[in-house]
């Protein structure tokens, strides 16, 4: 087993994508609605995405870990083409993607953006495979290709049509062509502070899309379609606890002791590769024990488990290898658990309808990619990373106004904007821990 540890993080992440896409496979067998396994499939990719789609109530449990297991295994097959890189971004990419194949991402619409970052990579004659991060951080937009396929330009839906088939594949080719120029210019802007860097360019062109195709034409933006029914919190809690418990267990038989995760947890440099700093068995403990913080977190709060609320749990573990951990996400938690308090009772003297409360549906999605600002924790303090999760609280339910819900990429956008308001006072007026610490010492 400890020879996992010492093999090449591409070859280590790949076995992980494996393992983690069969883990969701294995689940859809064993669900008990299984018999009803490819019908439900179908209802999910035939429906629109948009919002809090739940596939939980739209196609069924066993439906929902299929087409969660499926997209984990286009993601690993995409990691085996010839010049691919699989490092921190695609750890995050992947389990990102495969987390949203519970709320908004499917087998029929995540293809056209992919085309057409793969069009970009042909006309410009380079590999395919050095864009594997950008066809799946593309699928951030799948909603808007749903809802060009089966209700565009109406209100209701009425299926696949060629007309909806032909207009999401020239828009997906379209946007995806253009995307990789924006991706790659990202981090520029929020200077390296939201690890869900994909989602401003993402969430910009969204923006984009909503006015040509809806706002400018007077075209009406249809409403979700799916209901957030409570799903069973046992089939939740006991699939997670499988799941995160076996990577803890694993981690420890490839050599990562108590010593090693400590370090990584202790860190006081901002790490964005964990799997090369720490290595393989270090990087998949904090799989495990992050994950499990996480779900510790939503019962602690006492969260409705649906569709989404499960697939957030994945979403906010994708940073598992790039960033985040127990130690720098707490902060977060805390912020936005301040948050709550403090604008319940500002609402209260201000005479107005709070219904943000932490446990709340969009609360709980926002507080998912606000973790994306834990580099803020990590370079200025755990004071700071409360701060930016405040600011994150206050922004994350009014920004689906600008893309229509159609945006995946909701909290990790509003994570950017926080960057821009954010960081530049912080780097003008304030000294990092490391400076600080500099600073004590002469």
């Not at 050599?255 to 400590?262: A, K, Q, V």
Request: neutral net charge; aromatic residues 12%; charged residues 10%.
């Amino acid at each position: 087993m400890k020879r996992l540890n010492s093999l090449p993080e591409k070859t280590f992440l790949k076995i992980f994508f494996l393992y983690f896409s069969c883990a969701f496979l294995i689940a859809a067998a064993c669900m008990p609605d299984r018999a009803e396994m490819l019908t439900g499939l179908w209802k999910i990719v035939s429906q629109p995405s948009k919002g809090s789609t739940n596939c939980f109530s739209i196609g069924g449990y066993a439906a929902t870990f299929l087409n969660m297991g499926l997209i984990g295994l286009i993601c690993t097959a995409l990691y085996c083409i010839p010049g691919e890189k699989s490092d921190s971004a695609a750890t995050l990419v992947t389990i990102l993607t495969t987390g949203f194949g519970a709320w908004g991402i499917n087998i029929v619409n995540m293809w056209p953006t992919m085309l057409g970052v793969v069009l970009h990579a042909v006309l410009r004659r380079e590999k395919i495979g050095d864009h594997t991060n950008q066809m799946l951080f593309s699928t951030g937009l799948a909603p808007f290709m749903s809802e060009l396929m089966v209700r565009y330009p109406g209100q209701d839906v009425t299926g696949f049509s060629v007309h909806g088939i032909l207009t999401a594949l020239v828009i997906g080719l379209v946007v995806g062509f253009f995307l990789p120029a924006g991706l790659s210019n990202s981090p520029i802007v929020h200077k390296g502070f939201d690890l869900y860097s994909a989602a401003l360019p993402v969430g910009m062109t969204a923006f984009l899309l909503q006015g040509v195709l809806y706002r400018a034409m007077g075209v009406a933006v249809p409403e979700a379609v799916s209901d957030l029914s409570v799903a069973d919190p046992v089939i939740v809690n006991t699939f997670c606890v499988i799941l995160f418990v076996s990577c803890v267990i694993l981690a420890t038989f490839m050599g990562c002791g108590p010593r090693e995760y400590w370090k990584l947890l202790s860190d006081r440099d901002h790490v964005v590769n964990f799997a090369d700093t720490y290595g393989n068995a270090t990087m998949l403990m904090n799989v495990g024990m992050y994950g499990l913080f996480i779900l510790g977190y939503y019962n602690l709060i006492g969260a409705e488990f649906n569709g989404v609320t499960f697939g957030v749990v994945f979403c906010m573990l994708a940073t598992c290898n790039a960033g985040s951990h127990p130690g720098n996400v707490w902060p977060i938690m805390l912020g936005y658990g301040v948050a709550a308090q403090l604008f319940q009772l500002l609402g209260m003297l201000a005479g107005g309808d709070f219904n943000q409360h932490l446990n709340s549906q969009a609360i709980i999605v926002g507080l998912c990619y606000a973790n994306g600002l834990s580099p803020i924790a990590d370079c200025y303090g755990w004071k700071y990373g409360l701060v930016a999760a405040m600011m994150h609280f206050c922004m994350v339910t009014t920004v689906p106004e600008l893309h229509g819900s159609m945006c995946l990429y909701n909290g990790g956008f509003t994570a950017a904007l926080v960057c821009l308001l954010m960081v530049p006072g912080l780097q003008r007026h304030f000294k990092t821990k490391r400076e600080r610490k500099s600073l004590r010492a002469k």
